[in-house]
């Protein structure tokens, strides 16, 4: 079944058609106040991934009564979605805005940090106290937090966009203007060739 899905997602990409609209977190800025948000930004090398741990990030946490920041996304993100007394997504529907695939099953869904931690470590989050590293691991105002297909997020990894970008090219845009606010709001370093990276992307919009 899951991959009848993904074909058919497959083929009206492919004719630059989706049958449900692509979800969007709050706070995406225009194209213009990204690429003057973009202009600012320190350009430096990444800094050492010594002493990072995913740990030293803490997710996820409560965010109201019984659930936590992944299950409040998975709300945010998905369509129809119902939840158990643990606030479980029992069933509902997620379109992964990376590369378009539609899904029935949180199982099938993963809550991408847009810009990952190892990045941010490695951009100035090793400077933080663990309480600032657990806002920026657990952001619900900032365009942070995604709710995408498990392998996709897999295959992205701990990769700026100098190393990858969404199969769905028409999200360019759209996630380069998360990547730049995101960098932009936490105050975090860009290498010139993610700064390359998102010039292009932001092009594209």
Partial sequence: ?????????????????LSTPLPAPTGIPTTAAAKSELAALTVAAQGSQDGYSRDLFPHWIT???????????????????????????TSGTWVSPY???TWTAA????????????????????????AQRQTFANDLTHPQL???TDNVNESK?????????PPL???????????????????????????????????TC
């Fill in 1 to 17: 079944m899951h991959s009848c899905i993904v074909l058919i997602n497959a083929l009206l990409l492919s004719t630059g058609v």
């Fill in 63 to 89: 965010i109201s009564g019984t659930c936590d920041t992944r299950e409040t996304v998975l709300k945010r993100d998905g369509t129809n979605v119902v939840t158990s007394s643990a606030c479980a997504a």
């Fill in 99 to 101: 590369d378009g695939a």
């Fill in 107 to 130: 199982s099938d869904v993963d809550i991408d940090h847009l810009v990952p931690l190892s990045n941010a470590w490695k951009s100035g989050a090793s400077a933080w106290t663990t």
């Fill in 146 to 148: 995604l709710a995408v």
């Fill in 157 to 165: 990894g701990d990769s700026g966009p100098e190393d990858w970008k």
């Fill in 169 to 203: 090219t028409s999200y360019w845009c759209t996630y380069a203007k998360m990547w730049v606010t995101v960098k932009s709001v936490y105050d975090l370093t860009i290498t010139s060739a993610e700064k390359t990276a998102l010039t292009t992307m932001l092009n």
